[in-house]
C-alpha cells in the first residue's frame, strides 16, 4: 500500500531555483518559506499567481534575480505586467511566449519604457517562441530608454529574440514606401545602441513586412555584429546602404 505523498517542508534554507508546472503552482506557493530562491521559473501566470510571489518574496525576505515566464494566452499578459512590477531584484528577464500578440508586444514594450522603475535592476532581456509579429518602433523605444543613463536604474546589457521554428508568416510582402523613412531611423538607432555597447540576438524572422522585425531587417542588424561601418540614410526602398 502506498503511503501518503510527504509534504514539502515549509521552510527550504539551500533551495536557490523553484520550476513550477502549469498544474497546482497556487497551491504549493503558499506553503513554502525560501531564504536563498534567486531563479523562479513559471510555467503560467495567474493573478492567484502574482498574489502567492509577493507573499513568498515577503515571507522568505528573499527576491529572486532571474524570472522565467512562460505565457500560452492573451489572459496571462496583464498578471505578467503585474508581476513584473512587484519583482525589482530581477536582473535577467526571459519570456516564452507562444500565446502574445503583436499588440501584447507594444503594450508590454511601452510598459517598460515608459517606467524605468519597472524592473529596474534588469540588465538581460530574452523573448523566444515568439509566435507573432514584432513591433518595430515600440521595441526601439523600450530598448533606448532601458539603455539609457537613469539615477537608480542599471542599464540593458543583452536583448535577444527569437521565433518558433515552425512558425509562418501568412501575410503577403506589402508596400513600404509610407513607413521606409521611420523603419530606416530605427534601424540607425538599433545600430546605435549596438555600437554603445547593448548585445542584440534577432534570430529566425519572417518575412519584410512593414514596421515590423523582419529577416532583412536581421541582416542589417547583424552586419555591425562583425565591424562597425558608418551608414547613409535610407533609401527609397527603406534598405540602409553603408557607405562605399
Request: net charge negative; hydrophobic share 40%; charged share 20%.
Amino acid at each position: 500500500m502506498v503511503g501518503p505523498i510527504p509534504v514539502p517542508p515549509p521552510f527550504l534554507p539551500r533551495l536557490h531555483t523553484l520550476d513550477l508546472g502549469t498544474e497546482g503552482s497556487d497551491d504549493i506557493l503558499p506553503h513554502l518559506v525560501l531564504p536563498a530562491l534567486d531563479d523562479l521559473r513559471l510555467s503560467s501566470v495567474t493573478s492567484d499567481t502574482v498574489q502567492a510571489v509577493t507573499a513568498l518574496i515577503h515571507r522568505s525576505g528573499r527576491s529572486p534575480t532571474s524570472l522565467f515566464v512562460s505565457i500560452y494566452g492573451s489572459h496571462e499578459v496583464e498578471p505578467m505586467h503585474d508581476l513584473i512590477s512587484r519583482m525589482p531584484s530581477v536582473r535577467n528577464l526571459r519570456i516564452l511566449c507562444a500565446g502574445v500578440t503583436s499588440a501584447h508586444f507594444t503594450a508590454l514594450f511601452d510598459y517598460m519604457a515608459q517606467d524605468p522603475y519597472i524592473l529596474p535592476a534588469l540588465t538581460s532581456f530574452i523573448i523566444e517562441e515568439c509566435c507573432t509579429q514584432i513591433p518595430l518602433r515600440p521595441l526601439v523605444r523600450m530598448l533606448t530608454a532601458r539603455s539609457s543613463p537613469t539615477e537608480g536604474v542599471v542599464r540593458l546589457n543583452s536583448f535577444t529574440l527569437s521565433f518558433h521554428q515552425e512558425y509562418n508568416d501568412d501575410y503577403a510582402e506589402v508596400d513600404m514606401k509610407a513607413q521606409n523613412e521611420d523603419v530606416g531611423l530605427a534601424l540607425e538607432q538599433l545600430r546605435a545602441l549596438r555600437s554603445e555597447g547593448l548585445q542584440l540576438h534577432i534570430q529566425s524572422s519572417m518575412k519584410w513586412l512593414s514596421g515590423n522585425i523582419t529577416e532583412k531587417m536581421i541582416e542589417e542588424i547583424g552586419e555591425v555584429r562583425a565591424r562597425v561601418i558608418p551608414l547613409e540614410r535610407p533609401d527609397n526602398t527603406g534598405r540602409i546602404w553603408p557607405q562605399a
